[in-house]
């Protein structure tokens, strides 16, 4: 795994242990060959995680069900702790471990759901090839995302031999990380090479259902020098109609900023 990667998903557990109000936040590789973790990165403080019994045996339980594991721990004063599988595609390649000295943190939805969130933003961005590129893109979709209360998903995904493939994201988790070009909203727009704004998803046959609050949806194709399709902008929203043609506009310029970022990604 690249430093320039570790070194950025070190600062995003940061982020995430201090939101979270977590005691410890940590990052394990998986080994497919022989089965195994190893612990890669971390936010709180350094001690012989990976020893504790209860720690080995969350993460074998993820590594057989990619499913999340929640824990009270025998040992004080950790109180829980909670693995994430980090998955992409179905494919298991990693764990987000997370401990809480409060248990409440683990018994809240939201504590949980935004953990899942932030574990398949990870997987997201560590199956791309290249790391710099991939990082680049996460943060300008991060500015993206603040950049108007109306954006409640906001991804972007590249274009590699008929698939898209999510690259980075901001919103709930999708279950929508390869998208055959000939299905959905988002195959659309690359199939038409144009901006498609959908003003209500629940009348449009195409829509692949992620959130059940989306009303509207719109999607931006990313062009090489050819002007032809290599990407796409995808921005949900909760409101109907969210899209207005000056926002339109706005989005397909920064897909052209977005271009050079994208042709080291394919």
Known sequence: MANVFLSYVDSRLKEGRKS??????GLYIYNTIDSSFALKSFAGTARALSQAPETAALLTQVAATNAIQILTAASAPVSQHAALPISYDGKLKGVLLAEATDPVNFQSPACIESLKDFAAQIASLWVQPVSEYAILLDQKIALLKESDPRFDWCGVYKLVKGNLYLVSFRGHLSPHEVIPQNKGICGAAVRENQTLNIPDVTRDTRYLACDSKTRSEIVV??????????????????????????????????????????????
């Open 221 to 266: 194709p990313i062009r090489n020098d050819a002007g032809e399709p290599i990407g796409e902008i995808d921005i949900d929203s909760y409101k109907p109609n969210a899209f207005t043609d000056a926002e339109k506009e706005r989005l397909e310029k920064i897909a052209k900023e977005l271009t050079p970022l994208m042709v080291n990604l394919i």
């Open 20 to 25: 979270q109000k977590l005691s410890w936040l």
